[in-house]
């Protein structure tokens, strides 16, 4: 049962688009959402976060979207530049647990 | 303020033999976690260490898999008796409470021979 979803395992879009990346999550007691960046043969790197009291976090060209009644967030990537591709991984965790359940990732190109 | 540090950063081993990872986390940082990356797959969370405790462990394996976070040093995970199916990437994370952001090392590299 895997209670983090991202549907798309890849995604290309030009420079200057925008890129949305997509996650769905099952347990609505999740109250914590965050987004990673990973290169290959790097750890993954914190982008943004969002908490369940909010629906909208930005930072920079980075903006997370949170719909809890979808069970829903998206992150945007404006504009998307050639630097941006690498494998992003959606994660959500219960603040009063600590450990976090990633999706599987979405590989993201940013073609020139 | 030097991230996580994860070493060794490639570990070769044949099969039944140890594996000894180490995980040091961020300074200031008491909270370790251990995830496991498959090939093709995404991050699956095995432990959650306290200074000498272990908070949640659901996703280690019965058998072979044990972490500790000793008072002093780093935490190690241990992988007794591999078997090519642990061939995997094993990153460590760290956050200074229980409950926020979680900084990641660069990972570990198991190939079992």
């Known amino acids: 049962d895997q209670q983090v979803k991202q549907n798309s395992p890849s995604l290309s879009v030009q420079e200057g688009r925008i890129s949305i990346l997509n996650c769905d999550y099952t347990n609505s007691m999740f109250d914590y959402f965050l987004w990673y960046k990973k290169y290959p043969a790097e750890g993954p790197t914190f982008l943004i976060s969002?908490?369940?009291?909010?629906d909208k976090n930005e930072d920079g060209r980075f903006t997370v979207f949170l719909n809890k009644s979808a069970k829903h967030l998206s992150l945007h990537i404006v504009p998307s530049q050639p630097g941006d591709s690498a494998v992003y991984f959606c994660a959500a965790l219960f603040t009063n647990a600590g450990k976090s359940t990633f999706g599987d990732g979405t590989t993201l190109t940013v073609k020139p | 303020n030097a991230g996580v540090m994860q070493n060794p950063r490639h570990l070769v081993r044949r099969r039944g033999q140890e594996a000894r990872l180490r995980c040091s986390p961020m300074?200031?940082?008491?909270?370790v976690y251990w995830y496991r990356q498959l090939p093709e797959e995404g991050l699956k969370f095995m432990v959650y260490l306290q200074k000498e405790n272990i908070i949640d462990e659901s996703g280690m394996p019965k058998e072979r898999f044990s972490a500790e976070f000793p008072k002093e040093g780093p935490s190690i995970l241990r992988i007794q008796q591999v078997v090519r199916g642990d061939s995997a990437a094993y990153f460590c994370?760290?956050?200074?409470?229980?409950?926020?952001?979680?900084?990641f090392g660069p990972g570990t590299r198991l190939t079992v021979l």
């Open positions: 300074k200031g940082h008491s909270h």
């Open positions: 994370a760290s956050s200074p409470t229980g409950t926020d952001t979680q900084y």
């Open positions: 969002i908490s369940s009291i909010k």
